[in-house]
């Protein structure tokens, strides 16, 4: 018995060393003893407790909302970092040679122009809010690759937190059923003894 404890001791912890703050999101506590939660204060109607459940589940939901923004922002840059590269890289290829690379670039929307570009060791990045900087290529390569290691970095850590959050709405629901059925089981008992008492 004493063993057992001290494994749930260990297990216990190597779990906690293991977690990570998920962005601020609070944890869903599993009300395991309802009889004990109920008897807590601040719960003292089930209807009450199952408005601060539910107003906690809401949370969840826009911050699932959010993530799931974050997320899709993430999916679109990585591919357009990556293609950025592709592009620098053959740049690089290009800059030794005396002949000029001949590529399209976007004019408007589904129409393109024919440009020749002269061997260069210089590009522009659009860094964002219609801001662009001239670089070396190199210093564009290590600043993209840089970007992508730190979009890929996010992106992952956007995975853990969303599948936390999905943790936290199924804590969050067993609750909310778990105390919906105390409830229905009090109001039947107490219904049972008014009527055995009136008789």
């Known amino acids: 018995n004493l063993s057992k404890m001290a494994a749930t001791t260990e297990s216990s912890n190597a779990v906690a060393a293991g977690k990570r703050k998920h962005l601020g999101i609070p944890e869903a506590v599993f009300v395991e003893d309802v009889d004990a939660f109920m008897k807590q204060p601040g719960n003292e109607t089930a209807d009450a407790v199952l408005r601060k459940l539910d107003e906690q589940y809401q949370k969840y939901k826009f911050m ?81 690759e840089k970007n992508l290691a730190t979009a890929t970095r996010n992106l992952e850590s956007l995975e853990e937190d969303l599948d936390f959050l999905r943790d936290q709405f199924t804590t969050t629901e067993l609750d909310m059923a778990r105390v919906y059925n105390w409830d ?16």
Request: aromatic share 4%; glycine share 2%; charged share 30%.
């Open 64 to 144: 699932e909302l959010n993530l799931a923004q974050k997320k899709l922002r993430l999916k679109s840059q990585i591919p357009q970092i990556k293609q950025t590269l592709e592009i620098l890289k053959h740049m690089q290829k290009k800059k030794d040679t005396t002949d000029p690379l001949e590529t399209h670039f976007l004019l408007a929307d589904n129409l393109y122009c024919k440009a020749l570009v002269p061997p260069t060791d210089k590009v522009c990045l659009w860094l964002g809010a219609n801001v662009m900087l001239e670089y070396d290529i190199d210093e564009a390569q290590a600043l993209l």
């Open 184 to 199: 229905v089981k009090r109001r039947s008992k107490d219904n049972s003894s008014k009527s055995t008492d009136k008789s």
